[in-house]
């Protein structure tokens, strides 16, 4: 790990000051449970950290006429736990509670999960100067692609890591932050942005820019899945997220973009009549009608169909029925350097 | 009285013929008859507080005054040559003492001889390059950094399809396996693929070294303290009594300590030169790149049997990938298939190849998991094509010994099939099926694993003046509750409470040699060693008992003996004595698995298991559970998780952490019902115990695949049973007719 000068102010406005003001870069610390492993791999190395631990009212979840509103430095154990977020927004509850490991969720935080960096092999290993860390080349097209994006990739082909966000782009919350031009408010999906933008990054946010507080409109019924290998200390294979709100439905997969990902095409196979099973399937299917698997996750689009479509089923409360046809058969996937 | 003999042994599946010093020892076995009180009953771990609280003091844990921490540069190229080391700046940096290069370094042999310590030429991703020492393990990976090395890069081998031989290749035959196969009315063929898995044990590779004028310690996490001691005053030129190995807490080693590592004579280098204490540990990633791996396979495997499922010949080929040097060879991957069944036309064949990848070391029954795994997976199918149960094939082939032509001491495997189907319902098999998009399967496996242990092994038993013991033996306890199991048998033989009892080992200064604690030997080993000397220096209290008896007192007890004597102490000693003539002696097991697999996601959720052994006496049912459970755990990682994975164009490992590297958690398991076989096997041993260390994962695997496979109504041929592998095993099962 590379030394680092370390800040803790008293306000969030000193806080983004303290990372405009870095000489040799910085980066916010809030739970640290993302940071410290970057900054040990040094596939981080700044010269200041700014940890938010010393400023105040950013850890309460309330409910404020119609939204609960979730401070940044609420852990993700307390927003598991909260009976409030539970009974008015159940997907991000189900959402908080597959994060990590209970100790993960005891010190991670909401803004910390929503600002995490992705889990990619390739940028987690230093010895990769992959396109994210401002490299020429994203490693996982010719490399080992199993757990990389199959929706929205390129030139870089991450997987966005949060849980969190993805039930939140279904919930339709917005994200107040804080930076040098001041507050601001923008809806949780304008938070990230895919590759094609930036592939250096996955937010929109300012280096200087820091998330306040998170608003999620009450009361939708919705549901989160979330499909990994093992059943703690495993990121999403494939994740799904379903409000139906006053609005309509609102969908949302995780684990197959670089970006939590809102699925239109599922949106409008839904459309504003009540769910059924075949309208669940017609949904799914729809929304990985545009997948472009890599070499090595052909399997994640049969298996983010049908987490999506249970997820659907479950946010309706429709029983489910079973797939209606057999499942799409994926083709033989022999990975390379495997074929001995 | 010691004489010499020749004697094949049987370690980690692999037969060997060696001279034995043996020295008889006459204790008669303890059998089914012997009315035992402290052994064969369950004893909590005499360590477990001092484990659970902290206060066991493991490699990890030593910090000595003045101590430098020590790291290790690797190479990033799964095959290069080190063109230049320029390691100024990290020499300049402010706490480092000391580095290492191939320049400074001493050239000593490694890897059998076909590298050096540290060398020009670096076959993988990980291999040695340089080493600094530094006051604090931060200034130490700093100055990493700021070493300069220059590499010529060479295209690595990767793929064990098209790479060289690494070795020559070891075959096995009885009968004509080609003809019996070819000419038998029911022919199952297939290839089946087991990946590098790694051991991942929880703590490190690692060791603390400090040199006192001549004399050299070494605190290490290994299982073979003495393995240690020998291999590092040969690397060092020192005689041994100038070397002390200690290793008092050991974090689990799996197979993967079983010799001296690099960062050993590192240590050892390091403190010379510095004149300090020395500590190298290797970090996680270092461990998952640099630490050994059970190596890859991809087994062919041909079976013939007649049309009631009566095996005719057996055809086993297995290419083995033990990476960059590899030089133990390719392990015993045929063992299953030339032992577990009665067969007379077997061949059985492992070809080593040599990639650039992390060599490959012995890991918990190397071989025979991956084995096992193929040849259960076809038994299956034989099965299948006979239309018959998956368990009346085993029965049909059941060799009560060892098809090789020897007698087995006992075998209970039987037994173990019997206890298992009626604990799991294994009738209920036929009508497990489908419901929704949940698929329901059984599945069982069957082990065998040489585990009778072995000479030499030595103990020493002091009888203090309150009646207490100390027992003295070389052995160490990796984990498995080695210090309590010996204590019992101690305990046992002087009639004493295991609590009275302290069992000194894993220090080559305090005990006589014990064998390493690997291939299922160690309570099969130090056990009756311990029995003999605790045997030994009870029989001198009797002794001394006549001599003390006086008229009306009356002959003193034990307790009295003692105190009388004081610090005129009873000292016994004991030795294993040698394993039976003629007769090998094997630890067997099956275990059965119930799964549920989700037919559209291809999820296996493994809802109960059944584990049944028979490894004549269990000396401590508590700790045998322990054991247990691990090993089906890891079974379990290894059925459905685990894997090392290399970037396939630049051999780098890119799952090198435990996010990556998917190890089960506590949420993954089933419940794990232990079962053993009653009975103790006292021609095995004097104790009447056998080894119990690997077993447990052997089976793990094949009943688990196999249960998949009935779940999906398909053939699964390649490890971990991922969800891609598992969706296209139910798209094929669904294709079948």
Known sequence: MRAFEYLSPKTLEAASAAVRTAPEGARIIAGGQDLLGELKERIATPGRVVSLKAVPGLRGIREESGSLRIGALATVQEVAESPLVREKAPALAEAATSVGTPQIRALGTVGGNLCQRPRCWYYRLADFPCLKKGGGTCFAVEGDSRYH???????????????????????????????????????????????????????????????????????????????????????????????????????????????????????????????????????????????????????????????????????????????????????????????? | ??????????????????????????????????????????????????????????????????????????????????????????????????????????????????????????????????????????????????????????????????????????????????????????????????????????????????????????????????????????????PLHRVRVISTFMGGGFGAKNECGKYTVFAALLARRTGRPVRCLLTRAEESLAAGCRHATVQTLRLGARRDGRLLGIEHRSLCDVGAYGTDGPMPVGGPARTLYRCAAVRTEEVPVRTNTGPHTAFRAPGYVEGTFALERAMDRVAEACGLDPLEVRLRNYSPGDPRGFRYTRKGLRECYRIGAARIGWRRRARLGRRGTSLRGLGLASQVWPAGGAPPSHAVVKVNPDATAEVLIGTQDIGTGTRTVLAQIAAEELSLRARDVTVLLGDTGAGPYSLLSAGSLTTASAGPAVRAAARDARQQLEELATGLARGKGGRPGPREVCREIGDAMVIGRGARGPNPEGLKACSFGAHFAEVEVDAETGEVRIVRYVAVHEVGRVVNPLTASSQVEGGVLMGIGFALLERRIEDPATGRGIAVDLLDYKLPTALDLPPIEVLFVPGADPRATTIGAKGLGEPPIIAAPAAIANAVAHAVGADLPELPLTPDRVLEAIARGRRAP
Not at chain 1, 154 to 183: F, N, Q, T
Not at chain 2, 71 to 91: E, G, Q, Y
Request: proline share 8%; charged share 25%.
């Open chain 1, 149 to 340: 994006a199959i929706l929205g990739g390129g030139p870089c082909h991450i997987v966005h890591p949060s849980d969190l966000a993805v039930a939140l782009v279904a919930l339709d919350a917005s994200v107040e932050v804080v930076g040098a031009k001041g507050r601001r408010t923008i809806p949780i999906a304008d938070l990230y942005a895919l590759p094609a933008v930036d592939a250096s990054r996955e937010t929109t946010l300012a280096p200087d820019e820091i998330v306040a507080e998170v608003s999620v409109p009450a009361g939708a019924r919705s549901a989160f899945r979330k499909f990994r290998e093992k059943l703690s200390l495993d990121f999403a294979v494939v994740a799904a997220a379903v409000a139906l709100g006053p609005k309509g439905p609102r969908v949302a997969l995780g684990g197959v973009a670089p970006v939590p990902w809102r699925s239109r095409e599922a949106e409008a196979a839904l459309g504003a009549k009540p769910v059924t099973a075949e309208s669940a399937a017609a949904a799914a299917t729809a929304a990985l009608a545009p997948a472009k698997p890599l070499k090595n996750n052909r399997y994640k689009v049969p298996l983010a169909c049908a987490v999506l479509r249970r997820t659907i089923l479950a946010a309706a409360g429709v029983a489910d029925p079973g797939p209606p046809a057999p499942p799409a058969t994926p083709a033989p996937t022999k990975k390379a350097g495997e074929d001995f």
């Open chain 2, 1 to 238: 009285m010691k004489r010499v003999r020749r004697s094949q042994v049987e370690i980690e599946g692999k037969l060997r013929e060696r001279t034995e010093v043996v020295e008889e020892d006459p204790s008669p076995p303890w059998d089914d008859r012997a009315r035992l009180r402290v052994a064969g009953r369950p004893h909590p771990r005499l360590d477990g507080r001092a484990k659970a609280s902290g206060a066991a003091i493991y490699t990890q844990d030593v910090g000595l005054p003045g101590m430098l921490h020590a790291r290790i540069l690797r190479s990033p190229h799964a095959c290069a040559r080190v063109l230049s080391v320029d390691a100024s700046a990290a020499l300049a940096l402010d706490g480092v003492r000391a580095v290492l290069t191939q320049e400074n370094a001493a050239a000593i042999p490694w890897y059998g001889g076909t590298t050096r310590l540290l060398e020009r030429t670096v076959r993988y991703a990980g291999d040695e390059v340089a080493v600094v020492a530094a006051e604090d393990e931060e200034t130490a990976e700093d100055a990493l950094h700021l070493i300069r090395v220059r590499y010529a890069r060479r295209r690595p081998v990767l793929d064990p399809g098209t790479a060289p031989r690494g070795g020559k290749p070891s075959v096995y035959t009885r009968g004509n396996a080609r003809k019996a196969v070819s000419g038998a009315p029911v022919v199952v063929a297939g290839s089946y693929r087991t990946p590098a898995a790694l051991h991942q044990a929880f703590e490190t590779h690692g060791s603390v070294a400090r040199w006192e004028g001549e004399h050299l310690t070494v605190w290490d996490s290994t299982q073979h303290i003495f393995g240690v001691r020998k291999e590092l005053a040969a690397a060092l030129g020192l």
